[in-house]
């Protein structure tokens, strides 16, 4: 065990310094981000995985599980980091020190024989009783109250059904780390967060459209609130939320502009004691049946200001099915200009792959009046809804981790259920070395990225953790695509069918890398640039 621990140890710390020659190496660039993307791009993934094999090293090694999992994850890293850089020529030297420093632990726990081994290892996830009950308490309620549907649901492209929501409400499933003061369960000083990530795991397992996914944005505005609000804003929508009372969609993305939010065109012009909003959003996922968007738009009408000139709105509308809408705004509007033109907001449904249920929007917006009340922040919020908008998604992030876990863990399962009853040449498949090494990877990722995930939650109850959520995001995203794709691939030929859920996994999985920041955007922009700007 000894032996094992040290050669754990010299594998991080010569992962730790691969990285930071290859940041050294894009430094000396003038513009790395623009000349050297695609490196930009594997150094953020190998940050990732660094970061959570460090974090595997904070447990109880002289736990023989623990170990494992420490020894399991951090070879892979290596294994999967070198793949990366093979192919860059600057990097080869360096790289070669990495894996001979690395060899004892990649051909002792990089074999195939030991993932085959770790295919059902029950790792323990050590949650204190509280959050145990949490899991427990959210579980179950997927089980009995979101997986019934969500079959039926991806596959008939329904909406989110009403007894789903109003139950998730009574659960307190929309106020998990809202404070105690405005409605919510959170309180102050205790780890908020992490419950939020436990409940959106456990239901993202029964459905990520219809379960984990319902909690992601009113947690998105209740934290752009909480950083940016005055105390009438967190008084007034905090509560509501928290209760469920008011659903909550994000209208960010226009169809030009996704991750680049900087230029952004829908505009908010400044008109007596309210904006008039015009422009069009886009992937405003359940923009009909939300109660309240969340709406971010150029209050200063010099583009040349980018970020600097934006404002956060919370915009009310009358709720619609998936079908699709035609909201109007008449004169007597309390608080309307009368000189101002009938508004109007329609918004029209983008049919997905999968991650149905939520459905998504594209919204125009024609003269939609807004009371100045309802700028976050009001005068103090006015040209600062970026950044208001950035720590929402930092709680979105950690949050989509959280269902990417769920995603991965309900795959994983149904591949271990298929594998053990599925006989193929007269012997169950889970004994051939191949599925059983696929399914003790798909177990060492999830459990690895399960136990970082829970601790960039806990940093974040701290104030922390920024960074790291863009990590755990970009990291167990990604692993999510891969999990269900080999989940679906032991199934074999029923895994293309519509019989098993597994092929719903598959598809949800796809978008979990696309939405709350593009892998690329993500990894370049924000985790390259911080990782070079850091060491400046």
């Known amino acids: 065990m000894a032996d094992d621990i040290s050669v754990l140890t010299k594998s991080i710390e010569a992962t730790d310094h691969f990285i930071e020659n290859v940041i050294e190496f894009l430094k000396k660039d003038s513009d790395p981000l623009e000349n050297y993307e695609c490196i930009c791009y594997e150094l953020a993934h190998s940050k990732a995985a660094l970061e959570i094999a460090k974090s595997l090293t904070e447990l109880d090694l002289s736990n023989e599980k623990n170990l494992l999992l420490a020894c399991g994850f951090a070879a892979d890293a290596v294994w999967q980091i070198s793949s990366y850089f093979i192919t860059y020529d600057h990097f080869h030297t360096e790289l070669i020190k990495l894996l001979q420093t690395s060899q004892d632990l990649i051909s002792k726990f990089k074999d195939p024989a030991f993932v085959y081994l770790l295919k059902d290892y029950q790792f323990d996830s050590a949650l204190e009783p509280e959050f145990q009950l949490v899991a427990d308490t959210f579980r179950k309620f997927g089980e009995s109250q979101i997986k019934p549907y969500a079959e039926q649901v991806h596959r008939q492209n329904l909406d989110v059904p009403e007894e789903v929501i109003n139950k998730l409400s009574e659960l307190g499933g929309f106020g998990l780390s809202i404070p105690e003061k405005y409605g919510g369960f959170a309180i102050e000083g205790s780890n908020e967060y992490l419950s939020m990530v436990i409940a959106t795991e456990e239901l993202s397992k029964a459905s990520l459209a219809i379960g984990g996914s319902l909690i992601t944005r009113p947690e998105i505005l209740a934290r752009a609130l909480l950083t940016g609000g005055t105390e009438s804003q967190k008084s ?232 790291e959520a863009s990590l755990v995001k970009a990291y167990v995203c990604k692993a999510a695509e891969w999990v269900t794709r080999e989940a679906m691939q032991i199934h074999g030929g029923m895994g293309y069918a519509e019989e098993f859920p597994v092929s719903r996994y598959f598809v949800d999985a796809r978008v979990l890398s696309i939405f709350e920041g593009a892998d690329e955007t993500l990894s370049i922009k924000v985790i390259a640039k911080n990782l070079l700007s850091a060491l400046n």
């Open 236 to 467: 007034y929508w905090l509560p509501k939320i928290a209760s469920g009372e008011l659903m909550v969609a994000v209208a960010v993305t226009e169809p030009d502009y996704g991750s680049d939010v900087a230029n952004l065109t829908t505009t908010a012009t400044r008109l007596e004691n309210g904006w008039v909003i015009n422009g069009v959003k886009t992937w405003c996922t359940f923009g009909a049946r939300a109660d309240i968007l969340m709406l971010l738009a150029r209050s200063d009408p010099d583009k040349d200001k980018a970020h600097k000139g934006l404002s956060l709105f919370i915009v009310p509308k009358d709720r619609a099915n998936g079908k699709g809408f035609l909201l109007t705004q008449s004169s007597d509007t309390p608080g309307r200009p009368l000189s101002l033109e009938p508004g109007k907001m329609e918004g029209r449904p983008i049919d997905t792959i999968g991650y149905r249920g939520m459905h998504s929007y594209e919204i125009a917006f024609e003269n939609w009046w807004v009371p100045h009340e309802n700028l976050v922040g009001e005068d103090s919020g006015v040209n600062k809804g970026f950044y208001l908008q950035m720590k929402g998604f930092e709680n979105g992030r950690l949050q989509t981790a959280a269902r990417a876990l769920g995603v991965m863990q309900a795959a994983y399962q149904s591949g271990l259920s298929y594998a053990n009853s599925r006989n193929v040449f007269g012997k169950p498949i889970i004994n051939y070395q191949l599925v059983g090494q696929k399914l003790g990877r798909m177990n060492l990722l999830i459990n690895a990225s399960r136990y970082f995930t829970y601790k960039v939650a806990k940093m974040m109850s701290q104030g922390l953790g920024s960074m």
